[in-house]
């Protein structure tokens, strides 16, 4: 397991660029045109895919996931971005927990890579949403983190989701078997890039 750098929130960018006016057009996006049909991608090994839809590297990334049925994201932060969503297609269920601040606890992890007390018993919920088509949600580290599952049988779901600024690393929170909680650094990597398969 590879120890995390840094898993401590950091502060939102919000102020630096207009985010109302980004939520709102990320609200007004007619997905009935269906453009971002050209962006998806469904491979039934993963639990979802990630695929760029466009990004300068600098300010902004913008991509499509695809949720396979009865899968979803491990719980993670945003390493210091606002990240926005926009349900596609689908449903999702949002839960969000309070991102641990508690600084012994924090040096705890870093030093040994996981709590080892036997004490953890989770991260506290702060909500869990069910969101539907045309909701939009966003979310940085100090609001939390969370994490996001397509609960539908049979059905698979989309999301667009646009970073502020791009990261390329985010860490993964992840309760084991043994009842240790795990913190890995997830590294952002596609599935596709502008429509075409890596
Ligand atoms: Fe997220």
Redesign the pocket.
């Known amino acids: 397991m590879k120890i995390q750098d840094d898993p401590h929130p950091k502060p939102s960018c919000k102020k630096v660029y207009d985010h109302d006016k980004i939520e709102l057009l990320i609200k007004n996006y007619d997905a009935s045109l269906n453009e971002w049909k050209r962006y998806q991608y469904w491979n039934p090994k993963e639990e979802y895919t990630r695929n760029l839809i466009a990004t300068d590297n600098k300010h902004f990334t913008l991509m499509l996931l695809c949720w396979n049925p009865k899968m979803g994201?491990p719980i993670?932060n945003?390493s210091g971005c606002d990240?926005f969503?926009r349900i596609i297609k689908g449903e999702i269920i949002e839960t969000r927990y309070v991102y641990p601040k508690d600084d012994k606890f924090h040096k705890k992890i870093v030093e040994a890579g996981s709590v080892d007390d036997g004490k953890w018993s989770g991260l506290d919920v702060i909500q869990e949403s069910k969101l539907v088509e045309g909701d939009v949600r966003w979310?940085n580290d100090m609001m939390g983190v969370?994490k996001?599952e397509n609960e539908h049988e049979v059905e698979g779901s989309v999301t667009m989701?646009c970073y502020i600024p791009p990261y390329a690393v985010c860490h993964t929170f992840e309760k084991k078997k043994d009842g240790k909680m795990e913190i890995e650094e997830s590294e952002m990597s596609y599935a596709t890039e502008h429509g075409n398969i890596k």
Request: proline share 0%; glycine share 0%.
């Open positions: 994201s993670h945003h990240c969503m979310i969370h996001m989701h």
